[in-house]
C-alpha cells in the first residue's frame, strides 16, 4: 500500500520547498503548521517525506531550468568552473562515471575454477541429452 502524507505534512513541504524556506527557521515552518519543531524534524529523517519534499522542489524549479541551462556554458568559460563542465556534459550523456576495478589476488584459481565449473555444467548437459 503506498504512504500517504498528512495535510500537515504537504503544508510543511509546500514551506520547506521554498527558496531559502523563505527565509522561516524550523521552529516558525512547525509553529506555522501547527506541530512541534521535534516532529517536522522527525519528518525530515524520513525517506518518504524527503522523497516527496525533493519533488516539491523540482517541481517548483522545473521552468526555470532552460534559464540555467543557457547559464551554464557561461560560467565554464568565464570562471573556468570544470566542475560545472562536467555537470554539463553528464547532463548531456557525453560523460559517463569512471569505475574502476581492483584485481587484486591469485586469479588463476578463480578462472581455473570457473572454467571446471563449465564442464561440469556441459558434461551434465550432455548426459541428460544422452538420457
Same mark, same amino acid.
Given at each position: ?13 509546500? @514551506? ?5 524556506? +523563505?527565509?522561516?527557521?524550523?521552529? $516558525? ?17 524520513? +525517506?518518504?517525506? #524527503? +522523497?516527496?519534499?525533493?519533488?516539491? !522542489?523540482?517541481? #517548483?524549479?522545473? +521552468?526555470? @531550468?532552460?534559464?540555467?541551462? $543557457?547559464? %551554464?556554458?557561461? !560560467?565554464? !568559460? ?9 555537470? @554539463? ?5 557525453? @560523460?559517463?562515471?569512471?569505475?574502476? %576495478?581492483? #584485481? ?13 565449473? !563449465? ?13
Amino acid at each position: 500500500m503506498a504512504k500517504r502524507l498528512s495535510e500537515k505534512q504537504i503544508a510543511a513541504i509546500e @514551506l520547506l520547498a521554498r527558496p531559502k524556506m +523563505d527565509g522561516k527557521t524550523y521552529a $516558525q515552518i512547525a509553529e506555522e503548521v501547527g506541530i512541534s519543531e521535534r516532529q517536522l524534524r522527525n519528518w525530515r529523517n524520513d +525517506d518518504y517525506f #524527503n +522523497d516527496q519534499l525533493k519533488r516539491k !522542489i523540482v517541481a #517548483n524549479t522545473i +521552468d526555470r @531550468l532552460p534559464e540555467v541551462m $543557457q547559464a %551554464v556554458p557561461d !560560467i565554464i !568559460i568565464n570562471e573556468g568552473n570544470a566542475a560545472m563542465l562536467r555537470t @554539463l556534459l553528464q547532463a548531456h550523456g557525453m @560523460l559517463t562515471e569512471k569505475l574502476e %576495478v581492483d #584485481n587484486k589476488g591469485n586469479n588463476d584459481a578463480d578462472t581455473s575454477a570457473i572454467k571446471a565449473e !563449465i564442464e561440469r555444467m556441459r558434461k551434465a548437459k550432455a548426459e541428460t541429452k544422452d538420457s
